[in-house]
Structures are given as C-alpha cells and as structure tokens.
C-alpha cells in the first residue's frame, strides 16, 4: 500500500525501522471487536484506512479527563471490559448522565465506511467497534505538525530512540 498523500511526513523514519516503535498494522477483525478506548503511544497521530467493513468510533478531544474518556464512572462490576461493552452500555450511560446534568458530551462518534480515511491527531482518545468482518490498514506517525509532543514523549519513554533520532536529525 501507498501511505495517503495527506500524510506525507512520518519523523519517526530518520531512526531507521530498527529502532522506531511498531506504527504499521494491516487489521482483520470480525463483527463486534475493536479496541477500547486509548490514546496512541509517544503522542503520535494515526490514519486509519478501511479497506472493508464497516467501524464505529469515538474520540474525545485531548481536554477529557482519562476518567471520562474511560468510563470508568459508567461501569457495573459484572460487565465486560471488551469494545462491545464500551459502545453498547459505558458510551450510552455518560451521555445520558451528561445530558440530564445539561452538560455538552464531549465525544464525537462517527461510522467509518470502506473507502474511508480517518484522521485521529495525537492526545485524542480513540476507541473502534467493528460492525461488520472488517479490514483495514493503519499507521501512527510524526509529522511537522506533533514534532513538539512526540519528541517530548520520546525523550521521556525512548531514551535511545531519541537519542540517535537528535543524531540524524541534527546531521
């Protein structure tokens, strides 16, 4: 596959494949998987291209507290902890409970369909519910725009990485 033209920078590629963090999955998943909800690593943005399938998601801009965001105050001891779960009982419960408290739901939830690109910018919450067999190709990166955040989280979490990462970058 050829990365979509609207993500032509990816920084993380001057320390060679071997010492950059894992950022390419090619994903299959059957109906009712995906992920719960998380930010992605070293503050790097991600796309996500749908091959097939169909995906539901939710993002929280980075301003939403990991409580919120996690749903943690929506939880009953007897559920699962599963994406099916997050979309079907925790999202529904905050909203309702934000709603009835007259304050804004701070989450955008959208369908992916195939063919389409999503953009998820780094420090957003994110959380994927396949809801149909789906495939699809995604990649998180450091481009101009991040350069700031994710070379703070690689100092902080990649010593090394960065260190050769500060070589190439200031040869």
């Known amino acids: 596959f050829s990365v979509p033209s609207y993500f032509p920078d990816d920084l993380f590629g001057?320390?060679?494949?071997?010492?950059?963090?894992?950022?390419?999955?090619f994903l299959l998943g059957p109906q009712r998987s995906g992920t719960c909800v998380h930010i992605d690593p070293l503050a790097t943005s991600a796309w996500n291209t749908l091959i097939s399938g169909r995906?539901?998601?939710?993002?929280?801009?980075?301003?939403?507290?990991?409580?919120?965001?996690?749903?943690?105050d929506q939880e009953k001891d007897d559920e699962g902890d599963e994406a099916?779960?997050?979309?079907?009982?925790?999202?529904?419960?905050?909203?309702?409970k934000l709603e009835a408290r007259g304050e804004p739901v701070p989450f955008v939830e959208f369908v992916q369909e195939p063919g389409d690109t999503?953009?998820?910018?780094?420090?957003?919450w994110h959380a994927v519910l396949n809801l149909e067999h789906s495939?699809?190709?995604t990649q998180n990166y450091c481009s101009r725009q991040n350069f700031d955040a994710c070379w703070k989280a690689a100092r902080e979490g990649r010593k090394k990485m960065?260190?050769?990462?500060?070589?190439?970058m200031t040869e």
Request: proline share 10%; net charge positive.
């Open 14 to 25: 001057l320390v060679g494949e071997r010492r950059r963090p894992p950022y390419r999955w």
């Open 55 to 72: 995906k539901y998601w939710a993002i929280f801009p980075p301003h939403v507290s990991k409580r919120v965001a996690k749903c943690w």
């Open 84 to 96: 099916v779960n997050y979309f079907i009982d925790f999202l529904p419960r905050l909203r309702r």
């Open 118 to 124: 999503v953009f998820v910018p780094g420090g957003w």
């Open 135 to 137: 495939v699809a190709i």
């Open 162 to 168: 960065a260190a050769k990462w500060l070589r190439v």
